[in-house]
């Protein structure tokens, strides 16, 4: 998949420049997204429980008002009362109230807001616009000096950029909770977003095909009540399809191998009219569950393997590539015009610029693969979103803030380094998507929104998204502004309320754990998966795909306790960074538990970020406990050199609790991990309803995700060590000397290891 588009308008010796604080930044408040014209007057306006509200021609039920008073209750403590009050809220909707350019579908969520004592106006050109004036007056408030809450005098008027601000929501390699996903469109909505891209993969029951649901999965009732959730925010959930490449969650069933391209479970056949009859009916499935939404995202992405099978009669090379790529596509876009929806896609590789002429212009183009589309899709009136990704690789957490030099430094001579790909970004992700969404290539074209993509192949939390989620939000709402700073500042104001302290540096302290937790393994070729189909370097010619892991210390010989040292030699690197790692990780810890006293909202997105924290900080304590078993180990053989036999039993009985002792933590951090997902989503690849996930090893892309069908992929490393396995061999040894040296073995952790 794009991960990463590289930000080719960037050298090493230009950066945009960046824009002077915002006004309302600079008196105190903050706002996400920046609006567009803000008129400032002089002093503050006090708000408090005296206050009233009042709708003018807007349903007392309306979503708006039903916003207002929640957000008050909950964020604020505030009951505002109906109309009475002396200080009153005025809600109403005039067509006219805002000019607004561009796009006419942008003019209904342009807003007037204006802030004067004992009188606030919020005007909505329609109701998405009133929605959206209500967003920003509850971001507005502040606490003030005697305890009370403030407003700027202010008039403002605001309305977005683009039309379309999707955000990503990738599902296939878990499922979130209904009320999960319900409060990530309440949150989406707060930062004005109106699109959801949701890549649903096997997380929705596909009647017509049951069997490529997975146990559990979204029923057409459940996915129609999310849908009609957003809707009332103003959001369309828009579904993502992965089809014909990354069809794994389909062609892994037997039903369906017979459909796959050149025997891989990566592609369907485009030279079998079976792939398009099954293709269109889980469409029309998603469809009928998504009523109400205007468009589908026909993802076309990595399509590597189009015009290649047995039962294609044309020769594989680029050109019938080319043409069988754009034949699908022009396909599927007649097949949802006839069902009401437009179509969203990859235009990509293998699509050749002289054959975007045969692709529908009502097609938006959802990532511009090549430069030489934009003057053909100019000609054509297509339109674009300036696509930009939030996560790629980065395990654990996201790059928002940029990668140190220490993690930037190249790898070691023969080494493959799984950040290369991220050279371009590092500046961090929020930087790159100011720049790509307000100034990048798109703006050669005629874009009509933005997509934030965050893929979740590495297996990262939602709530590691949010800050990333943002940033899109913001620079499609109004682009050039604010800069990447003060948007993470504003933030962390508005998310977490305005009491949290340090979050910022929690991020950055948090992302160079995580940077270098993915760095101190040894990368080993993947002993259980051959190379991958899809690569979006090679363009399909495929990929090594690589395990992490660490070989343990080696085991002593069971007469004379002689042995090699290599552990510390192999991992010296990782060893000489762990101590200070080790401090770091527990100095964040203690900033992420001093903020759950101070956070007014999203303190489970703390939990979350505190137990990675811990998860990261075991491996420090891995490293360094091994290092100090070989270490153990070496006093053992010396002793045994000397004919002290039971001091060399006490140093072996050492090494083998101190092994001990770090696998059973590993395993209950890792617990302790789960537990904190599965607040906010199910088990993953759990049965339900009689059904078993079906799990194959995945043929396709370095997936970390979905390596196993649970969640034991994130301990998957630390297990690959074996631990356990090593224990017993090393009590074996301690036993067998000991026996044959009549000496006592005391002090053991446990009298059996479990078989």
């Known amino acids: ?15 945009w420049s960046q824009p002077p604080a915002t006004p309302l930044w600079l008196r105190g408040y903050s706002v996400i997204p920046t609006p567009q014209k803000v008129e400032l007057e002089p002093g503050d306006v006090e708000f408090n429980g005296s206050w009233g509200y009042r709708a003018d021609g807007v349903a007392a039920n309306h979503i708006a008002v039903r916003s207002l008073l929640k957000d008050l209750r909950e964020f604020h403590s505030i009951d505002l009362r109906p109309a009475g009050a002396t200080n009153i809220i005025r809600l109403s909707v005039r067509k006219g109230t805002v000019a607004t350019p561009g796009d006419p579908e942008i003019h209904p ?8 004592p004992s009188l606030v106006e919020i005007t909505g050109n329609g109701d998405a616009g009133l929605f959206y004036g209500v967003q920003t007056l509850v971001q507005l408030l502040k606490p003030g000096p005697r305890g009370g809450l403030l407003l700027p005098g202010a008039t403002i008027d605001d309305w977005p950029a683009l039309q379309l601000r999707f955000l990503h929501w990738d599902t296939k390699h878990h499922q979130d909770r209904m009320e999960t996903l319900k409060r990530y469109l309440d949150w989406a909505a707060r930062f004005k977003v109106n699109m959801i891209g949701f890549e649903l993969e096997d997380k929705f029951e596909y009647p017509s095909n049951p069997v490529i ?3 559990g999965a979204f029923t057409v009732a459940q996915l129609q009540e999310i849908v009609n959730y957003g809707l009332e925010r103003f959001i369309q959930v828009v579904a993502n399809i992965q089809a014909p490449a990354h069809l794994a969650y389909v062609l892994k069933h037997p039903q369906f191998a017979h459909l796959r391209a050149d025997g891989n479970n990566y592609q369907a056949c485009l030279c079998d009219e079976e792939s398009y009859k099954l293709i269109f009916q889980m469409y029309d499935d998603v469809i009928q569950a998504t009523r109400g939404v205007d468009y589908f995202f026909v993802s076309t992405d990595e399509i590597y393997y189009a015009g290649i099978g047995a039962r294609c009669d044309q020769p594989d090379n680029p050109a019938n590539r080319s043409l069988k790529w754009a034949e699908f ?11 009401g929806r437009r179509m969203l896609a990859r235009l990509e590789y293998p699509l050749l610029p002289e054959h975007l002429k045969l692709i529908p212009s009502g097609v938006i183009d959802g990532v511009i693969g090549e430069p030489e589309y934009i003057p053909i899709e100019k000609q054509k009136g297509m339109r674009q979103l300036a696509y930009v990704s939030m996560q790629g690789a980065e395990f654990l957490f996201p790059d928002h803030l940029g990668l140190e030099s220490e993690l930037r430094d190249p790898p070691a001579p023969g080494a493959d380094d799984p950040l290369e790909f991220e050279r371009g970004l590092a500046t961090g992700r929020i930087q790159a998507a100011f720049e790509q969404i307000s100034f990048g290539r798109v703006w050669q074209a005629n874009p009509i929104g933005v997509f934030g993509a965050a893929w979740g192949d590495s297996g990262l939390h939602n709530e590691t998204f949010w800050l990333g989620w943002s940033a899109v939000a913001q620079y499609g709402w109004t682009t050039g502004t604010p800069s990447p700073e003060q948007h993470v500042a504003e933030f962390m104001n508005v998310y977490y309320g305005p009491r949290a302290t340090g979050m910022a540096e929690i991020y950055r302290s948090l992302q160079r754990q995580a940077r270098a937790w993915q760095r101190a393994w040894e990368r080993v070729v993947s002993r259980v998966r051959g190379p991958g189909y899809g690569n979006s370097d090679g363009k399909g010619i495929g990929a090594t795909r690589y395990d992490q892991t660490l070989t343990p210390p080696a085991i002593p010989q069971m007469t004379d306790l002689k042995f090699q040292p290599r552990f510390i030699a192999a991992y010296r690197r990782f060893l000489a960074q762990a101590p200070s790692r080790s401090l770091e990780n527990d100095q964040l810890l203690h900033a992420l538990q001093a903020n759950f006293a101070r956070v ?10 505190a137990q990675l924290t811990r998860f990261i900080g075991h491996h420090w304590r891995l490293l360094l406990g091994l290092a100090d078993a070989e270490s153990s180990l070496e006093r053992a053989q010396a002793a045994a050199q000397k004919n002290d036999a039971e001091q060399a039993v006490g140093h072996l009985v050492a090494a083998y609790n101190t092994a001990g002792r770090l696998e059973k933590e590993g395993r209950e951090s890792f617990r302790q991990l789960a537990a904190v997902f599965e607040k906010s989503q199910y088990p993953k690849g759990r049965p339900a309803g009689g059904k078993r996930f079906v799990h194959v090893v995945d043929d396709t892309k370095d997936h970390w995700a979905d390596r196993r069908p649970d969640w034991s992929y994130m301990f998957a490393p630390e297990e690959s060590i074996g631990l356990d396995g090593w224990r017993k061999q090393l009590r074996q040894v301690i036993e067998a000397y000991a026996k044959a040296r009549h000496v006592a073995v005391r002090g053991l952790s446990e009298a059996r290891l479990e078989e």
């Open 1 to 15: 998949m794009w991960k990463a588009l590289p930000v080719c308008f960037l050298t090493a010796a230009v950066a």
């Open 600 to 609: 007014d909202r999203n303190q489970y997105n703390l939990e979350v970020l």
């Open 109 to 116: 969520q342009g807003y007037r807001l204006k802030i004067a």
């Open 329 to 339: 596509a022009r396909r599927a876009h007649d097949h949802l015009a006839r069902r």
């Open 213 to 215: 649901g997975a146990p």
